[in-house]
């Protein structure tokens, strides 16, 4: 049976050492290795384009975490005896160089999803998604990204810069990490700097849902289409917390009007059930610009949902 969280009827919910949802601590376990998924954080905001303090995000999201329960009634499960999750700390990102936070993070995350496990990864800025791709690369071959975010991350650079958090996936899909068949941008809205920014993230493999069609498709109607274009395929799921509404979601550095509700975010996350999620990401949270916790419950939800329809990889401890 998998340590689950601290029982909250035995330990208040705000004592205690601050873990994602209260789950043990990967240094806890008397064998290390025996996790099926871990929850790490990646405190580094040097590739922002405009407000920072992403870096502060793994310890708002897990600060806001406390209150998460054992049993998820949506999908009748109960996502941490599933599955042993642990909460492996955070990855040390060098802030001074954005080359070698890279490597640092690609190195880490390879090293905790050696065997098949799997990571849900708390950032950070939305330039810490390249080396996990990586990652999944390494591991899956050619990967499904279903990219949640206001933008389109699809640009090349800024002052000459190539790493940054809105350049992510046009490297991603240089560097061939991408299936280009299924991979899916939802929640796009926003000004943007060029007619071509759409159609050039086409080029790069990314079919698009616009949040201004939510009204039309309604959640059902994007959980179709999301759900068609993701097919078989292994799924990285990469969600930028400001694909909410500002409304939903304050805490954040680049925020966007006419955002989604957590409503439809967390419903559409429960459809990924039917799918084959390997890994996610939550990234973009910014707690300096949060109020009474608003962004920071809503990312521990989402966090709670994806590791709620990730399965456990019969290849681990196999
Ligand atoms: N929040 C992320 N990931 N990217 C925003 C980039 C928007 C911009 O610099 O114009
Ligand atoms: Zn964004
Ligand atoms: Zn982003």
New binding site residues.
């Given amino acids: 049976m998998p340590v689950g969280p601290t029982d909250a009827s035995k330990t208040p919910r705000y004592a205690g050492l601050t873990t994602f949802a209260r789950l043990p601590r990967r240094e806890d376990m008397e064998d290390v290795e025996d996790y099926d998924v871990a929850v790490v954080g990646v405190p580094f905001d040097s590739g922002v ?2 407000r920072p303090g992403a870096r502060f995000g793994p310890s708002h999201i897990r600060e806001s975490s406390r209150l998460l329960r054992p049993w998820n009634p949506e999908l009748d499960v109960a996502p941490f005896d599933l599955q042993q999750v642990v909460d492996a700390g955070d990855i040390a990102a060098n802030p001074f160089d954005i080359e070698d936070a890279i490597g640092q993070i690609e190195r880490d995350a390879a090293e905790l999803t050696a065997g098949g496990r799997r990571l849900l990864t708390l950032g950070g ?2 330039t810490i998604t390249l080396p996990l791709l990586r990652v999944m690369h390494a591991a899956y071959g050619p990967i499904a990204v279903l990219h949640f ?1 206001a ?1 389109l ?1 699809t640009w090349d650079t ?1 002052f000459g810069a190539p790493h940054t ?2 350049t992510t996936f046009r490297r991603a899909s240089e560097e061939g990490l991408l299936d280009r068949d299924h991979c899916l941008h939802i929640g796009i809205r926003g000004p943007l700097y060029d007619a071509r920014d759409l159609p050039e993230s086409a080029d790069l493999g990314f079919a698009t849902i616009h949040a201004a069609q939510f009204d039309e498709l309604g959640t059902r109607g994007v959980i179709e289409a999301m759900l068609a274009r993701l097919g078989d395929a292994p799924v990285y799921v990469s969600i ?1 917390i ?1 694909v909410l509404d500002p409304g939903h979601a304050p805490g954040t ?2 925020p966007e009007a006419g955002g989604l509700t957590s409503r439809e975010l967390l419903a559409i996350l429960r459809a990924l059930e039917a799918t084959n999620v390997v890994s996610a990401d939550i ?2 949270v910014a707690p300096a610009y949060d109020h009474a916790q608003i962004t920071g419950i809503a990312a521990s939800h989402v966090g709670y949902e994806l590791l709620s329809v990730m399965k456990p990889n019969a290849a681990v401890n196999a």
């Fill in positions: 384009s405009y800025d939305h975010d933008h991350d800024y958090h809105g930028d400001d550095g680049t990234v973009e």
